[in-house]
């Protein structure tokens, strides 16, 4: 048994306690100088401590800096080595491909310059403990509100009204216009008309849709009225096209542009347009 367990003894391997790493001392607000033996502001104490605001505005800056600095060196590189590859080449053919080559590449050090500058804010930011303030594209349907801005899933979660209208929605809005319901009843009273005569509720139904037809009608004239009031219609060339019958017919095409600008005229009481469309 002895021998057994001093074989055992050798090959075992013994590790040193592991130490637990140290957490970095929170910085004290006054720091003393030896030199002078005064006592001194610390600014670390002061970041650490400081308002979220300016803190948040102090990483920003910093990563401002570290983004200008990355672009200047970069498109001076790029520029200096274009001027070197030009001094080197012999033929203009290759000048248009040179220039290529230097937008691809200041683009590319333009987009590296913004990596490092959001790198350096995420670094600051995280090292003053505050959030980042992005401002960036929102989604579509988003929306601000008093304070924030709320993407499209909060905004439907809150019950907002969807600012994006889908092309399910647009199309049940179109069939709610006064000319697509003049047409509609029309068509119900054509199917009615076709059933017999001898069905009882026929004229109730022929009474009522007649009467929704001449409703809707009435508020499409006057949708349309609105319309040419606050529209100018523009010739911009013909269309020729032939009937069932074999008649060639010529028609204006008339392109609506929008024009608001209207004024009346004292005498004639009239109304005209103050600005019209450039002409194309």
Do not use: C
């Not at 809005?173 to 006064?178: C, E, F, T, V």
């Amino acid at each position: 048994m002895k021998i057994i367990g001093s074989l055992l003894a050798r090959h075992i391997k013994k590790f040193k306690p592991q130490s637990k790493p140290k957490a970095e001392a929170l910085p004290t607000k006054y720091t003393f100088i030896p030199k002078s033996k005064t006592f001194k502001i610390n600014p670390k104490h002061t970041r650490l401590h400081g308002d979220p605001i300016a803190k948040r505005d102090m990483a920003s800056s910093i990563a401002r800096r570290t983004e200008a600095r990355s672009h200047i060196a970069l498109t001076k590189k790029v520029e200096s080595a274009f001027q070197k590859t030009i001094a080197k080449t012999k033929k203009n053919n290759q000048f248009a491909t040179l220039i290529k080559q230097k937008t691809r590449a200041l683009t590319r050090a333009f987009t590296l310059s913004k990596k490092r500058g959001m790198r350096a804010l995420e670094k600051t930011s995280k090292k003053l403990d505050v959030n980042i303030k992005r401002l960036g594209v929102q989604g579509k349907g988003s929306r601000f509100t008093d304070k924030q801005w709320l993407s499209a899933h909060e905004a439907k979660e809150l019950g907002f009204p969807p600012k994006v209208v889908s092309a399910d929605m647009k199309a049940f809005y179109a069939k709610q216009k006064p000319l697509a319901q003049a047409k509609f009843a029309r068509k119900t009273l054509s199917k009615i008309y076709k059933q017999p005569k001898s069905w009882k509720k026929r004229s109730g139904l022929i009474k009522h849709y007649k009467g929704v037809a001449k409703t809707e009608l009435k508020q499409a004239q006057i949708d349309r009225q609105i319309l040419r009031d606050t529209t100018v219609q523009k010739i911009t060339g013909t269309t020729t096209f032939y009937r069932k019958g074999g008649k060639k017919v010529t028609k204006d095409i008339k392109k609506t542009i929008w024009s608001p600008e209207l004024k009346q005229d004292i005498r004639t009481k009239r109304y005209y347009r103050t600005r019209f469309p450039d002409k194309k």
